[in-house]
């Protein structure tokens, strides 16, 4: 019985908190890959400085702070112009979907991912990211309906007050 209060409220902190699968990176982390890219751009193989760059932008849409989530999706938008490889243009879609729902664009992020899904139908991790980011659209609308109704709810009360006065 305990266990299921537990796991009950948990659920609720979830849905008010929206508590997601998607991983965060430390700064520290961010740091490192910036290194990294930094090392590869002095004279380093394409494909090396290619692989930094990756992590880094991974890095970036995934960390807490929403400037290195914005620098991760304008080097993803940036590299995705020149990309040829279908498999490393899913990645760089679903790492934008990424930062987009990171950054609130839910929208944008939800296309994108449909995109990944569109080259790889069951791809896991873009499946996961699809129903995040629909559970934290519904949550946002369940939200707005529960404002919505309060509002109307406070209005109505002070009319009513208002003519019981009367």
């Known amino acids: 019985m305990e266990a299921k209060i537990g796991r009950f409220f948990e659920s609720v902190g979830d849905f008010f908190s929206g508590g997601d699968q998607i991983p965060w990176c430390d700064s520290d982390i961010v740091v490192g890959c910036e290194r990294e890219v930094a090392e590869a751009e002095k004279g380093s193989k394409d494909e090396l400085k290619h692989e930094c760059h990756m992590r880094l932008s991974w890095a970036l849409v995934h960390s807490r702070r929403p400037q290195d989530v914005q620098r ?3 080097m993803l938008e940036a590299s995705l112009v020149g990309t040829n490889s279908p498999l490393q243009t899913r990645e760089k879609m679903y790492l934008l979907a990424v930062g987009y729902y990171r950054s609130g664009d839910y929208s944008k992020s939800r ?5 990944c899904l569109e080259v ?4 896991m991790q873009a499946l996961n990211l699809k129903r995040t980011i629909e559970d934290h659209i519904k949550k946002d609308g369940v939200i707005g309906i529960g404002i919505a109704a309060t509002t109307i709810g406070v ?4 009319i009513v ?3 019981a006065r009367r």
């Open 72 to 74: 991760g999706i304008a």
């Open 111 to 115: 296309q994108l991912v449909d995109r």
């Open 120 to 123: 790889a139908p069951n791809w």
């Open 155 to 158: 209005v109505f009360g002070g």
């Open 161 to 163: 007050a208002a003519m």
